[in-house]
């Protein structure tokens, strides 16, 4: 089995995001970023099963500017066989959506006979929660979304158990299929300086939008990006009577 | 024994000056960091130790070491107590201002300002704790070793030379330590290395960066701390064992270090500690003395070994139902009780605060010290457990405790007094990683001679004429 695995280069969920002052989006020059969680979370059980035995190769998958190459390299320290970049420059990339980054992965998963995609449930930055779902109705392949575990049986099909509002759903998924990975499915590794070092060597696969024949013609605008609105101080009332009086100004009883 | 005459109200001279000299602190931080209300002060005056809260008069936020320095020019100049606040996860009353005056809430910087990945070196500043460093970190392949219970600020671990379970192998926060970015009584921003320097090691002068090492606020505040960082360990396994008795425990220890057995964590947890383990966390574990162990290696052979190696001393010893595990989920359940034991013991109480001892001994002597430390605990009518770093012969002994009650309190002063006795004499000391605080100020003396407290007295004198830099702490006045 051949695993494709997504990955995508966020703001690091630690910094305390601020929207530029025109209003078009966050400000990301010189804020640290890193590799989306639940990507790192869809990497791990991807190494997982290539140390079962049950996949054959993990290849990682990123789109977008010169800067994602270090999010691949982290890819491969951490258990990916190779990487392909797919680089676009940064002000293309302010307009990538989940539909294009579909495109792009659907494309590949075809060309390149992959058995598995399996992605994130959702990046932190947009969470738009479609990538996963978008690759599966391009593919016409099977979907196992919000997984919070993965098991063979035999090498035809997955079990996967799913996070679901109502609790727990676990379903049988033929293979090709793609899978999103939810918080719970593991705790990824930590890449030791040995596999550093190693992963320098690994491969890192260039493509160009061109390559794969990818449109990326904008599918919605952005109007507006605000901040919430800043929280105001309290004050204390003297009674309970008066703190019921003005609950009820404020519309709140 | 501590007195609690010490902590009488705060000086209500020390109180109108820091009123008076609000605006001058707005001037230099901006109003939004400058903290007045009784609501916002209440959170600065105590650490999670069981002293009494007393708060500051002001709590200031400085974003930079400049405002820093203005800020400990101005109380200097006006005779103002300055007490630094990192994550107020101390356990020794460090931060209490019964004295009054300013907190300096150091958490607005929180910058890893370089990290140099060849040099297997960083610099942090103090609101910077060390899993947050750990999360920077989390890509490069290194890690920071200290390890305390708490998730504290590193400038604060060093300010109390702090160490946790990784140190047996990796050091405490002592040696972990390139160079301080200090500020002094009179406002001087001092670099005890000299700016910029990260060697390894120098023999230039005066070893500075030691001094202000442990020194708790009471020499300088310090501002940025270089620290080293080490490369994460290829493979890890985890084991534990339990034993019929403490000695033997104890004893296995001492086998494991005198096998050249590079042992990462040892932990041990006494009998009373793991029946509240197990009751708090539902764990299937014997109720004995057990030990907690974690093998660090280059590879799965490596660990395997050391894992072999270790089992077979613990069987040497009496061991019963050895079990280990080398996957991160085994791991972090076998280790459960271990991470637990705090709020285990803290549950068997409800609304207690945590009275916690911390006496270091030579390794020779911890089978003996722990065994008389039980007895007296339990001939006290008191209840209190015992979990220890022993591999370096530290341990601690968790009682809950009712801080209102004193007929109770004397008794647990009494059990701690006795057992500082315990460790003085057999070459141990008070305080192996927590600090002197409030609370093991009169313990100095015994410990050190005269010699040595009259030097430090010296010391701070020179550093610190005016008494400003967290007056009461450590020494006695």
Redesign the interface.
């Given at each position: 089995m051949r695993v494709l695995v997504g990955v995508k280069r966020v703001i690091d969920f630690?910094v305390k995001v601020r929207v530029k002052p025109d209003k078009t989006s966050v400000v990301t020059d010189n804020v640290?970023h890193?590799?989306n969680p639940f990507d790192e979370i869809a990497l791990e059980e991807a190494v997982k099963l290539k140390e079962a035995n049950h996949a054959k190769e993990i290849v990682a998958f990123s789109l977008g500017p010169a800067k994602n190459q270090e999010i691949l390299r982290?890819a491969l320290?951490k258990g990916a066989d190779k990487a392909i970049h797919l680089e676009v420059d940064d002000a293309t990339y302010q307009k990538v959506e989940p539909f294009h980054v579909a495109q792009a992965i659907a494309k590949l998963a075809k060309d390149e006979k992959f058995d598995l995609v399996f992605l994130g449930k959702q990046a932190i930055d947009d969470d738009a929660n479609q990538t996963g779902q978008l690759v599966a109705g391009f593919l016409n392949w099977p979907q196992a979304t919000f997984a919070s575990k993965v098991e063979t049986e035999g090498t035809s099909h997955l079990k996967v158990t799913r996070e679901i509002d109502g609790g727990l759903e676990t379903i049988k998924v033929k293979l090709p299929a793609v899978l999103t990975a939810d918080l719970r499915l593991n705790?990824p590794?930590?890449?030791?300086?040995?596999?550093?070092m190693k992963a320098k060597k690994k491969p890192i696969d260039k493509k160009t939008p061109k390559d794969l024949g990818l449109d990326l013609t904008s599918q919605t605008e952005v109007l507006e990006v605000s901040e919430p609105p800043t929280r105001k101080g309290g004050e204390f009332v003297e009674d309970v009577p008066t703190l019921v009086k003005k609950l009820k100004e404020k519309g709140a009883l | 024994m501590f007195s609690h005459n010490l902590l009488r109200s705060v000086s209500s001279a020390v109180c109108k000056k820091c009123e008076g000299l609000v605006p001058k602190f707005e001037a230099i931080f901006g109003n939004e960091y400058v903290k007045t209300t009784e609501s916002f002060r209440d959170h600065y005056g105590h650490d999670e130790g069981h002293f009494p809260n007393r708060p500051p008069d002001i709590v200031l936020m400085p974003g930079t070491v400049q405002e820093v320095s203005a800020a400990i020019r101005l109380c200097n100049e006006q005779r103002i107590p300055v007490i630094p606040y990192g994550t107020g996860t101390g356990l020794e009353g460090g931060v209490t201002a019964f004295k009054g005056g300013v907190c300096l809430d150091l958490k607005r910087m929180d910058q890893m300002t370089q990290l140099n990945e060849e040099d297997f070196d960083c610099v942090v500043q103090p609101g910077v704790t060390r899993k947050m460093l750990n999360e920077m970190l989390k890509n490069t392949g290194l890690w920071f070793t200290v390890d305390p219970g708490a998730d504290a600020s590193i400038c604060g671990m060093i300010a109390t030379q702090a160490s946790g379970t990784c140190s047996v192998r990796y050091g405490t926060m002592k040696s972990n330590v390139k160079n301080l970015e200090v500020v002094l009584a009179d406002g001087t921003i001092l670099y005890t290395r000299g700016k910029n320097r990260r060697p390894w090691k120098s023999s230039a002068g005066y070893n500075l960066t030691d001094l202000f090492i442990g020194s708790e606020g009471t020499l300088g505040v310090i501002t940025s701390a270089c620290v080293n960082v080490h490369p994460r360990p290829p493979a890890l396994s985890a084991a534990v064992c339990s034993f019929p008795d403490v000695a033997r425990a104890v004893e296995t220890v001492v086998n494991i270090r005198h096998m050249a057995l590079p042992i990462a964590r040892i932990e041990f947890l006494d009998e009373k500690q793991m029946q509240a383990c197990i009751a708090h966390s539902k764990l299937n574990m014997e109720e004995k003395p057990t030990l907690f162990m974690e093998f660090h290696g280059a590879n799965e052979r490596d660990v395997e070994e050391q894992t072999a190696l270790a089992e077979e001393l613990c069987i040497l010893n009496q061991g019963i139902r050895f079990e280990a595990a080398t996957d991160t989920v085994g791991m972090n359940q076998l280790w459960q009780a271990r991470h637990m034991a705090y709020y285990a013991t803290m549950s068997q109480r409800k609304g207690a605060r945590g009275f916690t001892t911390d006496v270091c001994v030579p390794l020779s002597q911890l089978p003996k010290v722990v065994t008389e430390t039980r007895k007296d605990i339990d001939a006290s009518g008191m209840y209190g457990t015992i979990v220890g770093h022993v591999g370096e012969g530290n341990f601690h002994c968790i009682f809950p405790v009712v801080e209102e009650d004193e007929k109770e309190m004397q008794i647990i002063w009494g059990l701690s007094d006795r057992l500082v006795k315990r460790a003085l004499a057999v070459g141990g000391t008070c305080t192996g990683e927590h600090g002197i605080g409030l609370g093991k100020i009169n313990y100095l003396k015994e410990e050190l001679g005269e010699e040595g407290v009259h030097l430090m007295k010296l010391l701070k004198k020179t550093l610190d004429p005016n008494n400003i830099l967290n007056p009461g702490k450590v020494l006695s006045e």
């Amino acid at each position: 089995m051949r695993v494709l695995v997504g990955v995508k280069r966020v703001i690091d969920f630690a910094v305390k995001v601020r929207v530029k002052p025109d209003k078009t989006s966050v400000v990301t020059d010189n804020v640290p970023h890193s590799m989306n969680p639940f990507d790192e979370i869809a990497l791990e059980e991807a190494v997982k099963l290539k140390e079962a035995n049950h996949a054959k190769e993990i290849v990682a998958f990123s789109l977008g500017p010169a800067k994602n190459q270090e999010i691949l390299r982290t890819a491969l320290a951490k258990g990916a066989d190779k990487a392909i970049h797919l680089e676009v420059d940064d002000a293309t990339y302010q307009k990538v959506e989940p539909f294009h980054v579909a495109q792009a992965i659907a494309k590949l998963a075809k060309d390149e006979k992959f058995d598995l995609v399996f992605l994130g449930k959702q990046a932190i930055d947009d969470d738009a929660n479609q990538t996963g779902q978008l690759v599966a109705g391009f593919l016409n392949w099977p979907q196992a979304t919000f997984a919070s575990k993965v098991e063979t049986e035999g090498t035809s099909h997955l079990k996967v158990t799913r996070e679901i509002d109502g609790g727990l759903e676990t379903i049988k998924v033929k293979l090709p299929a793609v899978l999103t990975a939810d918080l719970r499915l593991n705790e990824p590794r930590y890449a030791t300086l040995p596999n550093i070092m190693k992963a320098k060597k690994k491969p890192i696969d260039k493509k160009t939008p061109k390559d794969l024949g990818l449109d990326l013609t904008s599918q919605t605008e952005v109007l507006e990006v605000s901040e919430p609105p800043t929280r105001k101080g309290g004050e204390f009332v003297e009674d309970v009577p008066t703190l019921v009086k003005k609950l009820k100004e404020k519309g709140a009883l | 024994m501590f007195s609690h005459n010490l902590l009488r109200s705060v000086s209500s001279a020390v109180c109108k000056k820091c009123e008076g000299l609000v605006p001058k602190f707005e001037a230099i931080f901006g109003n939004e960091y400058v903290k007045t209300t009784e609501s916002f002060r209440d959170h600065y005056g105590h650490d999670e130790g069981h002293f009494p809260n007393r708060p500051p008069d002001i709590v200031l936020m400085p974003g930079t070491v400049q405002e820093v320095s203005a800020a400990i020019r101005l109380c200097n100049e006006q005779r103002i107590p300055v007490i630094p606040y990192g994550t107020g996860t101390g356990l020794e009353g460090g931060v209490t201002a019964f004295k009054g005056g300013v907190c300096l809430d150091l958490k607005r910087m929180d910058q890893m300002t370089q990290l140099n990945e060849e040099d297997f070196d960083c610099v942090v500043q103090p609101g910077v704790t060390r899993k947050m460093l750990n999360e920077m970190l989390k890509n490069t392949g290194l890690w920071f070793t200290v390890d305390p219970g708490a998730d504290a600020s590193i400038c604060g671990m060093i300010a109390t030379q702090a160490s946790g379970t990784c140190s047996v192998r990796y050091g405490t926060m002592k040696s972990n330590v390139k160079n301080l970015e200090v500020v002094l009584a009179d406002g001087t921003i001092l670099y005890t290395r000299g700016k910029n320097r990260r060697p390894w090691k120098s023999s230039a002068g005066y070893n500075l960066t030691d001094l202000f090492i442990g020194s708790e606020g009471t020499l300088g505040v310090i501002t940025s701390a270089c620290v080293n960082v080490h490369p994460r360990p290829p493979a890890l396994s985890a084991a534990v064992c339990s034993f019929p008795d403490v000695a033997r425990a104890v004893e296995t220890v001492v086998n494991i270090r005198h096998m050249a057995l590079p042992i990462a964590r040892i932990e041990f947890l006494d009998e009373k500690q793991m029946q509240a383990c197990i009751a708090h966390s539902k764990l299937n574990m014997e109720e004995k003395p057990t030990l907690f162990m974690e093998f660090h290696g280059a590879n799965e052979r490596d660990v395997e070994e050391q894992t072999a190696l270790a089992e077979e001393l613990c069987i040497l010893n009496q061991g019963i139902r050895f079990e280990a595990a080398t996957d991160t989920v085994g791991m972090n359940q076998l280790w459960q009780a271990r991470h637990m034991a705090y709020y285990a013991t803290m549950s068997q109480r409800k609304g207690a605060r945590g009275f916690t001892t911390d006496v270091c001994v030579p390794l020779s002597q911890l089978p003996k010290v722990v065994t008389e430390t039980r007895k007296d605990i339990d001939a006290s009518g008191m209840y209190g457990t015992i979990v220890g770093h022993v591999g370096e012969g530290n341990f601690h002994c968790i009682f809950p405790v009712v801080e209102e009650d004193e007929k109770e309190m004397q008794i647990i002063w009494g059990l701690s007094d006795r057992l500082v006795k315990r460790a003085l004499a057999v070459g141990g000391t008070c305080t192996g990683e927590h600090g002197i605080g409030l609370g093991k100020i009169n313990y100095l003396k015994e410990e050190l001679g005269e010699e040595g407290v009259h030097l430090m007295k010296l010391l701070k004198k020179t550093l610190d004429p005016n008494n400003i830099l967290n007056p009461g702490k450590v020494l006695s006045e």
